[in-house]
């Protein structure tokens, strides 16, 4: 079951039987979902109704993950600082690098406040993207930090923040596969918990402003 409250404290409880209903479901709500990173024609991304997405006690936010320096990491570690999560993977070709490109920057819009954030990057391709490769995928800026783990890890933290995320094989491509995931920013408080998700197509200015107003 997922349940998840909303801006307007509208409760949906709904039984998730395949993937088709999820994105209608979701899509109907408004709520920002990219398929993303596959090949072909690009997925359509529904608005959500403000930027900002109010998440309910089912986010629980908990996960048990390693760093990119190879740190076992959990979210206790940033226990009295809030953190600022995107989930994605280092061979996405686009939408997972603009989000970064759009973390980046906001983190430069926030000037001295972003000291007071951790933003996260949480790889969804755990048995490509290792420590390494995002200390690598990362280099451009040392103030996100990466974290991984083993397929169970990562399922666990999927759940935690309500992240679909699906393999698609590429028997074509060289990359062999992708990954087709949904796209939001998590904004978490420094007590661990999940309170605001944003859609990923906010400008830097905008969800810097966002975010300052929640520090």
């Not at 404290?9 to 990173?37: E, H, Y």
């Not at 490509?128 to 040392?142: C, H």
């Not at 999927?158 to 087709?180: C, H, M, W």
């Amino acid at each position: 079951m997922l349940s998840a409250v909303f801006n307007e404290g509208t409760t949906l409880t709904m039984q998730i039987r395949n993937k088709p209903s999820f994105w209608l479901v979701l899509a109907g709500l408004m709520m920002t979902i990219t398929i993303a990173c596959s090949q072909g024609d690009d997925a359509a991304r529904p608005q959500a109704v403000t930027s900002r997405i109010d998440l309910s006690a089912a986010f629980t936010g908990t996960y048990a993950l390693t760093d990119m320096h190879g740190t076992p990491t959990t979210q206790d570690r940033f226990a009295g600082k809030p953190t600022f999560i995107y989930f994605g993977f280092t061979a996405c070709p686009d939408v997972c690098p603009a989000a970064l490109g759009v973390m980046s920057v906001m983190l430069d819009e926030l000037g001295d406040d972003a000291e007071k954030l951790q933003p996260l990057f949480i790889a969804v391709d755990p048995a490509r993207d290792t420590p390494e490769v995002l200390r690598s995928y990362l280099g451009f800026d040392p103030r996100i930090l990466g974290l991984t783990g083993d397929a169970a890890a990562m399922e666990t933290a999927k759940d935690a923040f309500k992240v679909y995320a699906s393999r698609q094989d590429l028997p074509e491509s060289a990359l062999g596969y992708t990954i087709n995931h949904s796209s939001l920013f998590y904004f978490v408080d420094e007590t661990g918990t999940p309170k605001y998700a944003f859609k990923d197509n906010l400008t830097p200015q905008a969800l810097a402003a966002e975010i300052k107003r929640l520090l």
